[in-house]
């Protein structure tokens, strides 16, 4: 992992949206970008944590497109700065899938993919938008059963498909999406998987941030059970 100081520095303050930043990989992210000499904006629902030099925070709830627009209109004056945008906000919830009901999966629907979407339509209709980054999980792209967590790897899913066809709709916009491994210090984890430092995640997340290239879904690493079922968190 390189150093925060080790990090090629934009040459100007590089403004960038982190969702969810108040939650356990949001953190790391902007102190990760912040370092790096990012401006950040971060959004949060509850848990601001201080504005500084580098770091804004942006209060948003997005459990409602209601919710989405009124963040959007609430913050348009800082929001139109903005060069990246990283889709961190993503809540992980269980749901057993032999009760799941139609309403639970149009839930997870709402929470993942809408605000991804609109807020990406507001910043490439009036920012000067460079790179939008889509945060999934270690089984995204991956076609098999869930028996606990299906609203969320459809939803998830959901984002894959949406990051790679905005990035090809989009040519003058990097547009990627990035699988991570469970976090150390999260609710729920695989149980036999060592999890990742949420730092060193981040750092990789930058990196991808402030490469070249568009229409990728990068992993932390490849999928250790394509063939079984109920394996992850189920
Ligand atoms: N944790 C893992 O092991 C893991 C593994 C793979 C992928 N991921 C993905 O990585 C990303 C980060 O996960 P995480 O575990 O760091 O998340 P987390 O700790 O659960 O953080 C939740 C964040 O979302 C915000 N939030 C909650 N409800 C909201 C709402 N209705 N509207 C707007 N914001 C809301 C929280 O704000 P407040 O705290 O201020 O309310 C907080 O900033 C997610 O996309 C997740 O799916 C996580």
Known sequence: MSSPSAV?????????????????????LVAEFAAAGFSVLAQYRRHAGEDGERVRWLRGDFASARGTAGFLRRHRQALVSCRHVVHNYGPIEERPTAGLTGAQLASAFQAHVLPALDITRFL???????SVLFIAFEDTGVMRPFLKVLPYAVAKNGLLLVGLSLAAAHPGVRVNVFSPPTLAGAAIRHPR????????????????????????????????????QGDRHG
């Open 124 to 130: 490439l209709a009036r920012a000067p938008l460079r």
């Open 8 to 28: 090629r520095r934009p040459p100007y303050a590089d403004s960038v949206l982190i969702t969810g930043a108040s939650g356990l990989l949001g953190r790391a």
């Open 193 to 228: 998987v060592r999890p990742a430092a949420p730092e060193e995640v981040a750092a990789r997340i930058r990196r991808i941030v402030q490469g070249r290239a568009s229409g990728r879904h990068y992993r932390w690493a490849a999928p250790r059970h394509r063939d079984r």
